[in-house]
């Protein structure tokens, strides 16, 4: 039996499942590509590679990729150590070749060249990502034809594509996106980069001028800003491609005429500033409407553009245009969920002799604002009621359960005249019945001050991270009691009542876990980090001293919304 067929045959060890995001950069790289694990098997495969090694990805997935593919020139197995492929696997390296030898399901042999890189899988875990493209017959060099591309081959097209989706796709940030485009356009096409977006109100604006200098991006100030509207007629090239009509190449020559437009002009001003002697213009589009327009401009470069650069810059400008819309999507939707939750969430109320503050910050990366929430007012027994809670999700739907459940809580408690876990009790049940919140933590808390000037809390944590108080001289420490179920469990369990004195001048923080939570580290680390630095801020006013204790405590790496309620006890002095 031949080492391909005992390969063949061999049972498939078991390999770990490949994101969506993954299989999304294989399916989008133009030509014959697989990702192998750490142990070089084979994880995923595009269409292109079964067609041209004539193997299903059932055939392939789970196998060793040297021992299944990899030949010398006379078709027999490759020693390892005589491979190159493999050497800069093992070593984590990026490398490439012209001339290789891949075993067809046929028996034949196919002649590859090839690239080889690193590549983090959606998971984290390290990968590596082989492109690999069919060599065919060298043309002969007085044949006629199209010229291509000097600068690039076409293996190094096909990487730039692969390495443009896996960019652009993993940001949701627009300027980021910018970016990260301008940073492969420049200087492996492109001694400039032109990016002209239309905006949401239809205008259009010159977003980026980027040139190389040395090997640093320079941006173009003094080139960027507001531009005319588009003319409907003008068959420029710039306003054809910012109409999507068509990509086009261009040079100084083509402006040389009356300009027909104010982007005329301006075009006119922008090979004057940068002398650029050839451009290669692309419109940026989404899967709805035109959102700009991409040039790549050559100066020290003496070659010229040609029509066989176009597909290149299109393909680019098309992948930047699906990133750049979902840019814009997500970032519209996070503004409306930011203002909904910013309106719903309350001002504090006017109680005499009690300082109180609140904050609220949306999530900082990915994710949208959640249902965290905080809220304090008055009760009808002139004492105060404090809240803070978290609705799981983070998106519209978890902003909106947060106003329904803080709207019946207020309700609950100004209508009944009952203990806080009482309250907490009605208002689970009918949060189960009557609304979408499938889960919830609270602490629902009442404030009052008695006659003698002390001050009294009384609360029920229904599963919630507890209240930290602290002393004036510093001394801190967590109210653990009163402690019950989240909400939403559908547990029919009588919820605990605890009740503590507030000392003079001492601070209560009521907080949700997004200030403390910190991925890799457990709980008691953010919550001891939490009282290390409420003590050592104590002293601060109240204003400064919630601010500082956001900015110290929330670890950077969190990707959760956070809520903070902080309350001062008037000392007795005052």
Known sequence: MTAHKETQAARKRPVRPVSADLQRVLRAIGTGAYVVDE??????????????????????????????????????????????????????????????????????????????????????????LVVFHPVEPAPDADAPGEPVAASLTELERLA??????????????????????????????????????????????????????????????????????????????????????????????????????????EQRHLFDATGMHSVAIAPIRSTREVLGALTAGRCENPLSFTAADLPLIEDIARRAGLALDNARLYQRQRKVAETMQNHLLPQMPGVPDLQMTARYLPAPHASQVGGD??????????????????????????????????????????????????????????????????????????IDAAEDGTWHLSWTNAGHPPPLLISPDGMAHYLTTGHGLLLGTGVDRERPDATAGLPPGSTLVLYTDGLVEDPGHSLDVGLDRLRRHAAALVHRPLAA?????????????NDDDVALLALRIPDREE
């Open 160 to 265: 730039l594509l692969a390495e443009t989706t896996t960019q652009l796709t993993s940001t949701l940030d627009v300027d980021e996106a910018l970016r990260r485009l301008v940073g492969l356009v420049v200087p492996r096409l492109a001694d400039w980069a032109i990016v002209d977006l239309i905006t949401e109100r239809d205008e259009v604006w010159r977003t980026v001028v980027v040139h190389a200098e040395g090997g640093t991006l320079v941006h173009r100030e003094d080139l960027q800003g507001p531009m005319p509207p588009v003319p409907q007629r003008s068959q420029m090239p710039l306003s054809r491609a910012l109409r999507g009509v068509a990509s086009t190449l261009a040079g100084p020559r083509t402006y040389d005429r009356a300009p027909d437009s104010g982007i005329a002009v």
């Open 39 to 128: 142990e070089g098997r084979i994880l995923s495969v595009n269409g292109q590679a079964e067609q041209l090694l004539g193997l299903s990805a059932d055939r392939l997935v789970g196998h060793d990729a040297h021992d299944l593919l990899h030949r010398g020139p006379h078709g027999r197995p490759l020693p390892r150590t005589q491979c190159s492929m493999r050497q800069a696997f093992h070593a984590g390296r990026t490398a490439q070749a012209d001339e290789d030898y891949f075993a067809r399901a046929d028996g034949g042999l196919l002649r590859i060249s090839w690239l080889i890189t690193p590549y983090v899988c959606g998971d984290g875990d390290d990968c590596t």
């Open 545 to 557: 001293f919630t601010d500082q204790l956001l900015r110290r405590v929330r670890p950077e790496r």
């Open 373 to 446: 929430w905080y809220d304090a007012f008055p009760l009808s027994d002139g004492s105060t009621a404090l809240a803070i809670g978290d609705v799981v999700g983070h998106d519209l739907e978890a902003a909106a359960g947060m106003a329904q459940v803080r709207n019946m809580l207020r309700a609950y408690a100004w209508s009944q005249d009952e203990a806080p876990s009482r309250i907490v009790e009605r208002l689970d049940e009918a949060i189960q019945h009557i609304t979408d919140v499938s889960m919830a933590t609270m602490i629902f808390a009442r």
